[in-house]
């Protein structure tokens, strides 16, 4: 019953703010938290959202096809930290932490520790912003990055650290971060893909481009629900339907086949004779390319 | 009252080094990972199975990706009764799994090629119900 009135409060309270466009960021003098704006007004259950979020692959997987491809280091394929001022609502904030994120993948993989540093203070920036900095182990991080001394913990450590955030956010009803965080690593994970596929085109990143299909239309939804809400979810999903418009034409096929066990020292080993084929032309290629990169410049900014 | 203490003491070194934490367990199968990356981890904490109904299964999605070889590692709380049970599943049914009920056989890891894109599904449990925490890695395995 405490809990009925507490809504009735707040609803008009959060309905008056909505209107106002007001940040829902740290500095406000009366902040709703994000977890009652979201809590009540989405039809998806918060569990089928963390399911359709899980599913972004991973941008560790990304910048390893890539650095297999022999694909050599640029820093031209990665958002610039010197706005970090402009992003001042959690939105932002936390779209921009997977744009980061991302990036941070990608140096980690090229052992790019200098850099690695700059992300990591934007990062801590932007985290602490949200209320989630905790997560970060900052001086661990910053240690194994500055003495290079051991690269594994390090993609360890930056790796686990987002899983626990994002673990924590969808924990306290704050996945509408967590969407955002997602959408910044998937759209800056299908920038770094596009931006390499033009400098070195090749039939495995033209097919691993097309398979951002697979996730493509999950991400839409899931923004399209939050932004019933929060109109900078609702402007996200609008931009991405013109990407999605593009991968519409693609098409994936699957032959079937059964998996095969082999045991060889005693490890096991099983490969898949299920195979996918992705169709994607130089020219929906091309058409995505400069799709993400508008996407992208609208939002880094 | 000095010997209620020293028992106590015992007990409670006993418990602890019997029962990892979750974190712990994660960092123990992340040491064990040799020439693959760690991408995920999935910490589990079943009860046990209540007689007469299924065996507590944690599931988790992913997108997998083609041309990808993946590692999946199971590490069980020492405390654990039982014996962490990972499987790897697609739309049509198991692709893989560090156990083989045939020769009654578990591997702390498998490795599995992933040659099809798609969502798969990880199911993590304990053989016959048993109650424990584990957790299960996912990494990728450098070409």
């Not at chain 2, 409670?12 to 990972?33: M, P």
Request: some cysteine; charged content about 20%; aromatic content about 10%.
């Amino acid at each position: 019953m405490v809990k009925i009135g507490l809504l009735f409060l707040v609803v008009p309270v959060l309905l008056v703010s909505c209107q106002m466009g007001r940040d829902s960021g740290p500095g406000t003098d009366f902040e709703i938290p994000d977890s009652v704006i979201y809590a009540q007004t989405l039809e998806i259950s918060e569990e089928v959202m963390e399911g359709i979020i899980s599913n972004v692959s991973s941008i560790v997987e990304i910048s390893s096809l890539i650095k297999d491809l022999d694909v050599p280091y640029s820093n031209s394929y990665l958002a610039t930290t010197a706005n970090l001022d402009n992003y001042n609502t959690n939105f932002r904030r936390a779209f921009m932490l997977g744009v980061y994120g991302a990036d941070l993948g990608y140096l980690n993989m090229y052992n790019r520790t200098t850099a690695v540093l700059d992300y990591l203070t934007s990062i801590r920036r932007l985290s602490d912003g949200l209320g989630v900095g905790q997560f970060f182990d900052f001086s661990t991080l910053r240690r194994l990055a500055s003495s290079q001394s051991n690269l594994d913990s390090l993609m360890f450590i930056s790796v686990q650290s987002f899983n626990r955030m994002d673990n924590y956010l969808r924990q306290e009803q704050r996945a509408h971060l967590s969407a955002a965080m997602v959408a910044g690593v998937w759209i800056e994970g299908l920038y770094l893909l596009t931006q390499v596929a033009k400098s070195f085109p090749g039939e495995e990143l033209f097919e691993r481009i097309g398979e951002q299909k697979i996730i493509l239309n999950d991400l839409i939804i899931i923004l399209q629900n939050y932004g019933r809400v929060h109109p900078e979810f609702a402007g996200l999903s609008e931009e991405l339907d013109k990407v999605k418009k593009i991968f519409d034409e693609v098409s994936i096929t699957y032959e079937r086949g059964e998996p095969e066990a082999i045991e060889r020292d005693g490890m096991l080993m099983i490969i898949q004779h299920e195979r996918s084929i992705v169709n994607i032309t130089e020219e929906q290629i091309r058409a995505l390319t400069e799709a993400t990169e508008t996407i992208r410049e609208k939002l880094i900014l | 009252m000095r010997q209620l203490l020293l028992i106590s003491v015992i007990a409670f070194l006993n418990v602890t080094a019997h029962s990892q934490t979750a974190d712990q367990l994660v960092e123990i199968c992340v040491d064990g990972l040799g020439d693959a990356t760690y991408l995920k981890d999935f910490q589990v904490e079943h009860a046990a199975a209540v007689p007469g109904q299924q065996a507590p299964v944690a599931r988790y999605s992913m997108v997998l990706n083609k041309n990808t070889q993946y590692r999946l590692s199971i590490c069980t709380s020492e405390g654990a009764s039982g014996k962490g049970i990972i499987q790897l599943f697609d739309n049509q049914g198991v692709v893989a799994t560090n156990y083989v009920e045939d020769s009654d056989t578990y591997y702390s890891f498998f490795d599995v090629k992933i040659q099809s894109t798609g969502v798969y599904h990880i199911f993590i449990s304990f053989k016959d119900g048993a109650p424990g925490t584990a957790v299960g890695v996912l990494s990728l395995v450098k070409r």
